[in-house]
């Protein structure tokens, strides 16, 4: 289907929509309906709205329609050596690009490559009255004032079906290692803050505990004689890196063993903090650590909302509750810590402007008021 007749077809649904007042649920391939609060309202699918607009390698820069499987994105750019060095997760395998910028989601490289909105070049969407705007472009200095497409990363489709997003990428490094050190978190989060402030190729990390013994995994990337310099300067165990690459990429989709749930299991909680927090005081077992110490993952009852958020906070930080396993609601605990004031007044501003009906998504980011 070409892009405009499905541009078309989703235009009048949205104004059949407005119309009659229902809500809609804007779903691509459904991997993160889990994430934030139980989705609302009739499926609005953008599979339809699928494939490469432009590529080009020699620019760093992709057009991708938004109901793109995210496999068929990334595998193109593999093609040409490149990749979004934020590693979105996928958490399946049917994953759009539109979900991966509406999720606002990254990957084990986040804390330092960036993430996803630093990356969106431009945008076009459709708003809650039916209307096709377009922001940005394809370059990076191309917004005077309000940068909207980059609003878009993390808006969990409140304002707006994304119909297509330009996206800045990077080319694959030339060399790469991890390196594995035994050591317990309180170290780990020293020996992160010490490497940190070093002229090292850091590009991801990872702390956990298995059978009661804590490791530290240092992914190294970029020049090969700046990551052989640096393993050479760190030590630690090397791993092979094919083994190695599988367990990264375990991690990006949480797939490694840590993650695993049950039925009736502890919810997933994701604190972000700065990374020079100290080890929180949190009971139960021992979390997951990535970005150099700024995304720690717990394992606890929803009951625990109020302590845990509360720890979050005196830290520099936030929690919101992942995932909760086997339901797809979980009572009274909010999702999301509460926004401040000024913010929430800005986002509900927004929300207003772009969607005054109040029909994508409603309930997903923000409680209706």
């Known amino acids: 289907m070409s892009l405009d007749t499905a541009l078309h077809q989703l235009v009048e649904r949205i104004k059949s ?54 496999a068929e994105l990334e595998a193109a750019l593999a093609g040409k050596g490149q990749c979004l060095p934020f590693e979105p997760p996928r958490f399946g395998s049917g994953g759009t690009v539109g979900g991966m910028v509406a999720a606002g989601l990254s990957g084990p490289a986040r804390a330092s490559v960036g993430a996803v909105r630093d990356y969106v070049l431009g945008a076009t969407i459709v708003n809650g009255r039916g209307d096709v705007l377009t922001f940005g472009g394809q370059v990076m200095k191309n917004v005077a004032g309000y940068d909207v497409s980059r609003v878009l990363a993390g808006s969990l489709g409140t304002l707006g079906v994304i119909a297509e997003v330009s996206l800045k990428v990077l080319p694959v490094a030339p060399a790469e290692a991890t390196l594995e050190f035994a050591c317990g978190q309180a170290d780990a989060l020293r020996l992160l803050n010490e490497w940190g402030g070093r002229p090292l190729p850091l590009n991801a990390s990872c702390w956990f505990e298995y059978a009661g013994a804590g490791a530290l995994y240092l992914r190294l990337r970029g020049a090969v004689a700046a990551v052989e310099a640096a393993c050479a300067h760190l030590g630690g165990e090397r791993k092979d890196n094919a083994r190695a690459a599988a367990d990264w990429q375990a991690l990006r989709d949480q797939q490694l063993p840590w993650f695993a749930t049950t039925e009736g299991a502890d919810a997933l909680w994701r604190l972000s903090v700065p990374q020079t927090a100290p080890v929180l005081a949190l009971d139960g077992a021992a979390p997951l650590i990535e970005w150099h110490g700024g995304q720690r993952w717990y394992k606890a009852r929803p009951g625990q909302a109020a302590r845990i958020r509360e720890i979050a906070r005196a830290a520099g930080g936030h929690a919101t509750l992942f995932r909760w396993p086997g339901e797809s609601t979980q009572g009274s605990v909010p999702r999301f810590d509460a926004l401040s004031a000024p913010v929430e007044r800005i986002q509900r501003a927004l929300m207003r402007e772009f969607d005054p009906h109040g029909l994508f998504n409603r309930g997903r980011l923000l409680a209706p008021l």
């Open 17 to 70: 929509a407005a119309a009659d007042a229902k809500p809609l649920c804007i779903r691509g391939g459904g991997t993160k309906d889990f994430y934030g609060e139980a989705p609302q309202g009739d499926v609005l699918s953008t599979t339809d709205l699928a494939g490469i607009t432009s590529y080009e390698p020699s620019e760093l820069v992709v057009t991708v329609r938004a109901g793109t499987p995210l």
